[in-house]
């Protein structure tokens, strides 16, 4: 596994306490949830809503939303998705919701959670949070807020693990595995 290590663990929770911070500066005196996009996402949100709640010393909502079926890219897979529940148990109008992500690259799963998430209802706005921006963009996308710029190759890959999933909280960049068909 030729993986080369951006962030450890150390570094990723620096890297959220900063999101944090900057998401509540950007959002004072707005309704603000918070919503992680299946399953490194989700993860991720999860701990970015317990900052901003410890930040602001109130409770913030948290949902976890599952793009699927909503990829415009199922008929490229070899392999069937797999599908988690969404939790959204709260209104989104008067909102500011915080969509969570481990990494963007082309832009398409961001487009599907925001077709997604107004599946629940209109938000007054949506702002996007990535732990890693790798570049490639095939849609006109942009986060508001980047833990890291990465710089990749498209034969790369960008590889986030999290305590909760994988038993380590790190970033590397590998090689891109090939999908098997």
């Given at each position: 596994?030729?993986?080369?290590?951006?962030?450890?663990?150390?570094?990723?929770r620096?890297?959220?306490?900063?999101?944090?911070?900057?998401?509540?500066?950007?959002?004072?005196?707005?309704?603000?949830?918070?919503?992680?996009i299946?399953?490194?996402?989700?993860?991720l949100?999860?701990?970015?809503?317990e900052?901003?709640?410890?930040?602001?010393?109130?409770?913030?909502?948290?949902?976890?939303?599952?793009?699927?079926?909503?990829?415009?890219?199922?008929?490229?897979?070899?392999q069937?998705?797999v599908?988690?529940?969404?939790?959204?148990?709260?209104?989104?109008?008067?909102?500011?919701?915080?969509?969570?992500?481990?990494v963007?690259y082309?832009?398409?799963?961001?487009?599907?959670?925001?077709e997604?998430?107004f599946?629940y209802?209109?938000?007054?706005?949506?702002?996007?949070?990535?732990l890693?921006?790798?570049?490639?963009?095939?849609?006109?996308?942009?986060?508001?807020?980047?833990?890291?710029?990465?710089?990749?190759a498209?034969?790369?890959?960008?590889?986030?693990?999290?305590?909760?999933?994988?038993g380590?909280?790190?970033?590397?960049?590998?090689?891109?595995?090939a999908?098997?068909?």
């Amino acid at each position: 596994m030729n993986e080369r290590a951006v962030l450890d663990r150390e570094e990723m929770r620096r890297t959220l306490v900063r999101i944090a911070h900057e998401i509540v500066e950007r959002n004072a005196d707005r309704p603000l949830a918070i919503v992680g996009i299946h399953r490194r996402g989700a993860v991720l949100a999860g701990r970015l809503r317990e900052l901003i709640a410890d930040l602001l010393g109130v409770e913030i909502p948290l949902g976890d939303i599952d793009i699927s079926f909503y990829r415009d890219d199922l008929s490229q897979h070899s392999q069937a998705p797999v599908v988690h529940a969404s939790h959204i148990a709260f209104g989104l109008a008067d909102t500011t919701v915080v969509l969570v992500d481990d990494v963007l690259y082309t832009g398409r799963t961001v487009r599907a959670a925001i077709e997604a998430l107004f599946d629940y209802g209109r938000p007054d706005c949506v702002q996007l949070a990535v732990l890693a921006d790798r570049g490639h963009r095939e849609l006109p996308l942009r986060p508001d807020y980047v833990g890291k710029n990465l710089p990749t190759a498209r034969a790369e890959r960008v590889n986030v693990r999290v305590e909760e999933l994988d038993g380590v909280d790190e970033v590397s960049i590998g090689p891109a595995v090939a999908e098997v068909a």
